[in-house]
């Protein structure tokens, strides 16, 4: 329906919001505005302003202003339930242009429901061709799509406009898709909520199961050094085997002769080393072989 809006009052949009106009102001009606119905409007009916998928592909197309888009659905997914709230169910497809490029779309919500309710009630229609009005551009790994936006986008599905009529009729060219034949293929689905993934898809193992193959690696070390940092409690701890090398043996016996300092404690500060006092020895933890 057209209508014309007598005094309305004009705001300005909040700077980085996203932006369901071109326009930097947004229209908001006060007691003294006046609405009444238009009877002979004359221009286009729905207001469609199209983005070429190649703007949306190569990132021309500014991520914070909406984007009405047109196409040949040519693949499609289960939708996934994946969260309690209907609102995130969300459905993947890819539509395709009159030049055979491929947009990726994602329909949240009651707009998935509302494609997967047409192609069951309409199996028979084979070709479908969509516009998505109103949509938000998402990049995900540096791969944008184009995803509804809450309830403010409007889904089209083989709608009897002129937009959808004229774009059918480009497909019907030599290299264009037979409409009695099937022109969309199913997504494989090989993505999984986090329960089916963490519960379902794998092996659960107990904690101890899990630990097991390191206590199995440390109990093979032969070391008698246990650094002052770890618990002197936990003998079995993988900090051992990873600091207690060869090479840190060597280097305490270079620094430290047991046999000249057997007199000396490692418990307490560290004491001058007999050859003078430009030297310091290590504080070090011994321990007894049996």
Same mark, same amino acid.
């Given at each position: 329906?057209?209508?014309?809006?007598?005094?309305?009052?004009?705001?300005?949009?909040?700077?980085?919001?996203?932006?369901?106009?071109?326009?930097?102001?947004?229209?908001?009606?006060?007691?003294?505005?006046?609405?009444?119905?238009?009877?002979?409007?004359?221009?286009?009916?729905?207001?469609?302003?199209?983005?070429?998928? %190649?703007?949306?592909?190569?990132?021309?197309?500014?991520?914070?202003?909406?984007?009405?888009?047109?196409?040949?659905?040519?693949?499609?997914?289960?939708?996934?339930?994946?969260?309690?709230?209907?609102?995130?169910?969300?459905?993947?497809?890819?539509?395709?242009?009159?030049? +055979?490029?491929?947009?990726?779309?994602?329909?949240? +919500?009651?707009?998935?429901?509302?494609? %997967?309710?047409?192609?069951?009630?309409?199996?028979?229609?084979?070709?479908?061709?969509?516009?998505?009005?109103?949509?938000?551009?998402?990049?995900?790994?540096?791969?944008?799509?184009?995803?509804?936006?809450?309830?403010?986008?409007?889904?089209?599905?083989?709608?009897?406009?002129?937009?959808?009529?004229?774009?059918?009729?480009?497909?019907?060219?030599?290299?264009?898709?037979?409409?009695?034949?099937?022109?969309?293929?199913?997504?494989?689905?090989?993505?999984?909520?986090?329960?089916?993934?963490?519960?379902?898809?794998?092996?659960?193992?107990?904690?101890?199961?899990?630990?097991?193959?390191?206590?199995?690696?440390?109990?093979?070390?032969?070391?008698?050094?246990?650094?002052?940092?770890?618990?002197?409690?936990?003998?079995?701890?993988?900090?051992?085997?990873?600091?207690?090398?060869?090479?840190?043996?060597?280097?305490?016996?270079?620094?430290?002769?047991?046999?000249?300092?057997?007199?000396?404690?490692?418990?307490?500060?560290?004491?001058?080393?007999?050859?003078?006092?430009?030297?310091?020895?290590?504080?070090?933890?011994?321990?007894?072989?049996?």
């Amino acid at each position: 329906m057209a209508f014309y809006i007598k005094g309305p009052n004009f705001a300005a949009l909040k700077i980085g919001g996203f932006k369901l106009t071109p326009q930097d102001q947004k229209l908001t009606f006060v007691q003294e505005t006046v609405v009444t119905e238009c009877n002979d409007f004359s221009g286009y009916e729905f207001g469609f302003s199209f983005v070429d998928y %190649q703007n949306i592909l190569s990132f021309a197309h500014p991520q914070d202003t909406y984007v009405d888009v047109m196409g040949l659905v040519v693949a499609l997914a289960e939708i996934q339930r994946d969260h309690p709230d209907k609102s995130k169910h969300k459905l993947n497809i890819n539509i395709q242009d009159a030049k +055979g490029l491929q947009l990726r779309v994602y329909l949240w +919500g009651d707009y998935a429901y509302k494609m %997967q309710e047409y192609i069951h009630n309409n199996s028979h229609n084979r070709r479908i061709v969509i516009i998505l009005q109103f949509g938000q551009i998402n990049v995900f790994r540096d791969r944008p799509s184009v995803n509804t936006y809450f309830t403010s986008s409007k889904l089209f599905i083989n709608s009897d406009i002129d937009e959808i009529i004229h774009f059918n009729k480009s497909l019907d060219g030599d290299d264009g898709p037979d409409s009695s034949t099937n022109t969309f293929s199913v997504i494989p689905s090989n993505q999984l909520s986090e329960y089916d993934d963490f519960m379902v898809k794998n092996k659960l193992n107990a904690i101890a199961e899990v630990w097991e193959p390191v206590e199995d690696a440390i109990s093979g070390t032969d070391d008698n050094i246990t650094p002052s940092t770890l618990d002197k409690n936990e003998t079995t701890s993988p900090m051992k085997s990873l600091t207690t090398t060869s090479i840190l043996k060597r280097n305490l016996e270079e620094v430290f002769d047991l046999e000249s300092n057997d007199h000396l404690s490692s418990s307490k500060t560290p004491k001058i080393s007999p050859d003078g006092p430009g030297k310091q020895l290590l504080k070090v933890k011994l321990e007894k072989n049996d």
